[in-house]
């Protein structure tokens, strides 16, 4: 058994006997052609003599598991006689792969408001080392936007679920670097870029900027009552806002800029037309500080 990545060491030596003497004795030994082990032939102290195996090249593994040899000694008679060895070389595997994710970055889309304990995404990293060397742990290693209170991650699976729900008002993205780690000291790193969708969750507000003191009676048409806005918090088409009144009050509704209107009068303001404004955009209107409707006498 050999431990991979040793190089230039000698592995135990195994000598041959031969029982004749003197020119019939052990003369040299040989190894059989490879690209890892060289041999070197020692002197004992008996006389005889001994091979060593010297690792010439780094071993690998995940390249090559094991080495089959085949060692021969050769005596010094003639004809010279031989034997032969074979030699088997397990390597035994060192931490000498980190992990490797199958994505560099993982980006994702997900709808805010979903459950908490929803799942995201499952990021995967692979080891090619073996046994506990390939096993691996996964943890956030770098958050913003306060992800890590948003989101949780499985060590052992590398999934991430959502740990509280999601508002795309207030985040519109997280990011955030997880590493995954084997039992030794090897890591990676990728990144997780989790982008929220927004839902038209939020409804339309109003806001008046302006407004006239008073409306008298048989005011001309064509006259600014006001100025008001509308904004909507969520985006794209769920944040497009639509102002309409109804047909039958004395209003109409002129759009300037930036979601700003100017109501003004429709046609001439008498106190049999005021009657069903009442019901539509007059309450807006008389919940602002400062407002009245006033009429002279004819």
Not at 71 to 93: E, K, M
Not at 165 to 180: G, I, K, N
Not at 226 to 251: H, Y
């Amino acid at each position: 058994w050999m431990e991979e990545l040793e190089s230039n060491g000698p592995s135990d030596g195994r000598s041959a006997k031969d029982p004749d003497i003197s020119t019939n004795s052990l003369s040299k030994y040989q190894l059989s052609p490879n690209e890892y082990f060289s041999l070197m032939v020692k002197d004992d102290p008996d006389g005889g003599k001994y091979p060593e195996l010297v690792l010439k090249k780094t071993l690998d593994r995940e390249t090559q598991s094991s080495h089959q040899l085949v060692l021969t000694a050769f005596d010094s008679g003639s004809p010279p006689r031989s034997s032969t060895a074979r030699i088997r070389i397990l390597v035994v595997d060192a931490n000498d792969n980190p992990p490797v994710f199958s994505q560099d970055m993982y980006r994702v889309s997900l709808r805010e408001g979903v459950p908490p304990g929803t799942s995201v995404v499952k990021v995967s990293a692979t080891d090619q080392d073996e046994g506990f060397n390939a096993e691996i742990t996964y943890s956030f290693l770098g958050v913003a936007n306060n992800a890590q209170h948003v989101f949780s991650l499985d060590s052992a699976t590398g999934n991430i679920i959502t740990h509280q729900s999601l508002d795309f008002e207030e985040v519109e993205r997280y990011t955030m670097d997880v590493e995954a780690k084997d039992r030794g000291s090897l890591s990676t790193q990728c990144k997780v870029i989790i982008e929220v969708l927004d839902e038209n969750d939020n409804i339309p507000e109003i806001i008046i900027t302006s407004l006239s003191d008073q409306i008298l009676e048989d005011s001309h048409p064509g006259m600014v009552v006001a100025l008001f806005k509308t904004q909507d918090q969520d985006s794209g088409g769920n944040g497009e806002v639509t102002c309409n009144l109804s047909r039958d009050i004395p209003f109409k509704i002129h759009s300037s800029s930036n979601n700003y209107y100017n109501p003004v009068l429709g046609s001439v303001l008498t106190a049999q037309s005021l009657e069903p404004a009442w019901d539509s955009v007059l309450p807006l209107f008389m919940s602002a500080p400062g407002f009245s409707l006033s009429f002279k006498n004819e």
